[in-house]
Every structure is written in C-alpha cells, then in structure tokens.
C-alpha cells in the first residue's frame, strides 16, 4: 500500500473528464481526506496522470491497481498503478472496452476479471464486456461481449439500450448491469473459468423509469435504484437465488420544483437505515431513511456545487463529485443521516467520481 501523507490522511482519486471528453479535467487526481474534520486537500507529493476521459474508477480487490473508463467514442480502458510512495503510473497499455463511451466497470471480487458496462451512442447500442486481468492485474484479452437490445418510452434518450452500470451482487452469485435505455436490470452468471457472461434474469422496470445505478443494502436483500428519466429512487427485493428484482416502493428524488432533475450517484449505508442520492438539478444530496421497505425523505442538502454526479462513502462522509462547477465537496454524515458540510468545496475541473482505493 501507498505511504500516507500523515496518520490522518485517507487517499482519494477524482476522476474527471478530459479536453477529449468534454471537460477540462486533468484525468486522475490524488487528494487526501481527514476523516476528523472532513478537510479535503491535494496531495501535492502526487502529480496527477492524464487518462483520457475518466469517467469512473474501480479498485483491484488485491492489487495496488486501480481502472478507469475512457469515456469517449473510441471506447477504451485503461489501468493505473499506485506505488508506494503515492504515485501513479499506467499500468500497460490502454485497451478497448468492446464498445463506446464505457461510463462504469467493477473487478470481479476473485481479482480476475473486469467487467465494463459501454454506454453506446446514438448508432451503437449498450454492451457489457468482460476482460481477464492477469497475475499482475493488467487487462488483457476480451473474453466476452454482451449487446443489449431494446428501446424505452422516453424520445431522446431511450431509442436504443444504454448500460450505465455493472456489479456484482453481494453474495458474488450474478452480475447485474443496468440498461437506462430499455428499463432494465439484466442478470448474468459469470463462468469465472472462461470468463464469459450467461444470461439469468431480465428484470423489467417501470416504463421510462431509466435506471442509472444501484445500491444494496448490507444484508443484499434489497436493491435501490436511482432512476435517472423520472426522477425517482426505488427499493427493489432481491432474489439472490435467481437474480431477479420486484419492485417494493418508489419515492421523488427531490422536492424541488421547477428544474429538471436526473439523479446520479447513489449510496446506502452500511447500518442499512440511510440511503443517499445526487441530484443533477437540484443541485442537492438527497437523504432518505428506510422504513421497513419505504423510503422516507428526510434532508436535502446542498451538494457543495452543481451538477453533482459521482456519489463515494468514506470514512463518515460523503464525497460529491459537482461536474459543473468543478468542485468535490465532502459531506459529513450525521446519526439521523442527514449531512453537513463541514468544510468548502475544493476546485476539481470537470470532476465526475471520486474512489478510496
């Protein structure tokens, strides 16, 4: 592991867009947390490294390796080293996600595998790809790819599938992968020898809904989704036998009026009692409590800039990466759940997601 800065210190990575992908981002940036105070900074020991269009961020469940998506037409993975005295490096070369504008990928907990969800274009559909990574966790040959098919009721955005996400479920049985395009949480069985993906369940959500991400709860009996075309967070049961979804209850993101709202990252607590949701619009975090199976809004809060799209749990607080604005906020989480800001922003350009390795 990387040498900490100070005993306090918590090492971050931002993620941003670059000038290739929209933004003017430096790609990867290093920044500590204090977990007392809640003071986010730069590490200044750690030059920030230049990949391309990094949009997301995933950790090597073993390995100081950290993988980025390319989130560009040409559709490309790249992965990182972090060495021990804190600073990165590319870790081989760049390789192709199989398809366009990859926005989320997961390693596999067996440390083999890295699985990619390609958000697709207007002319390309939504794919979920499978890489082997080797001893030393570099991506190597693709091993799978799996084109998602289908449209969804909303003009603009659901003409054809999109994948916005990929996970593996708690208890490591199926790999879920949202489709905002067609409605859809697919499940798929991973064969861990070949590396290819089996499909299990099609779980249809609600018409227009356009889920982005999930969240589990600890006990992986329910899922939550933040459904990013109607506004909505929904509690789901979760079959962890088959894979599938039943939809238990949905509540609005936010309360405010009058702006047009996609909800981004989404988080739940590792107590089970909170779930926490960005909200590009409003420009708030939105934290909700979980009642049996209903969720109760309980605070608004503001995300420390706008457009907040990347939502990270760390150490007690709650990191909003504002893509906008340029700024990641760290939010402090309260017993009740709800959060306050103990500490302004930092400027981070085109910042979209931020990872504790």
């Known amino acids: 592991m990387p040498t900490r800065r100070s005993a306090d210190a918590i090492p971050v ?18 920044l500590r947390l204090d977990p007392v105070t809640g003071r986010v900074t730069y590490d200044d020991g750690v030059r920030p490294l230049p990949v391309s269009g990094a949009s997301f961020l995933a950790a090597h469940p073993a390995l100081d390796v950290v993988y980025s998506t390319n989130e560009t037409e040409a559709g490309t993975l790249s992965a990182v080293a972090r060495h021990r005295d804190g600073t990165l490096s590319p870790w ?50 693709r091993t799978d ?13 659901q003409e054809g599938s999109h994948a916005h996400q990929v996970l593996v479920d708690p208890a490591g049985r199926f790999v879920l992968a949202t489709d905002l395009g067609t409605d859809t949480v697919f499940a798929y069985r991973l064969d861990t020898r070949t590396g290819t993906l089996k499909r299990a369940a099609v779980n249809r959500l609600r018409a227009g809904s356009g889920p982005r991400h999930l969240a589990f709860s600890p ?13 909505t967070v929904t509690c789901h049961r979760y079959d962890a036998a088959t894979g599938t979804l039943a939809t238990l209850s949905s509540v609005p993101a936010t ?20 779930v926490w949701v960005t909200n590009r619009g409003a420009d708030t975090v939105a934290a909700f409590r979980l009642t049996g199976t209903t969720l109760e809004p ?39 759940g709800t959060l306050d800001q103990p500490h302004p922003a930092v400027p981070a350009p085109s910042v979209v997601c931020a990872l504790v390795p």
Request: glycine fraction near 18%.
């Open 13 to 30: 990575l931002a993620g941003s867009y670059t000038p290739d992908s929209g933004g003017d981002g430096p790609g990867l940036a290093a």
């Open 92 to 141: 081989g070369d760049p390789v192709s996600s199989g398809g366009t504008n990859p926005c989320h990928l997961t390693v596999h907990p067996d440390g083999q595998w890295l699985l990619t969800a390609n958000y697709g274009s207007d002319t390309a559909p939504g794919a979920v790809a499978v890489h082997r990574l080797d001893a030393d966790g570099r991506p190597g040959e």
């Open 145 to 157: 790819l799996v084109v998602h098919q289908g449209s969804g009721p909303v003009a603009g955005r």
């Open 219 to 231: 006990g992986g009996d329910l899922v939550f989704s933040a459904d990013e075309l109607s506004s």
């Open 255 to 274: 309360a405010a009026s009058g702006v047009t709202n996609q909800p981004g990252g989404i988080v739940a607590s590792p107590c089970g009692r909170f």
């Open 298 to 336: 309980v605070q608004e809060a503001r995300a420390g800039g706008t457009w907040p799209r990347g939502l990270t749990l760390a150490a007690g607080h709650l990191l909003v990466a504002n893509q906008h604005s340029g700024t990641l906020a760290a939010l402090r989480v309260l017993d009740d």
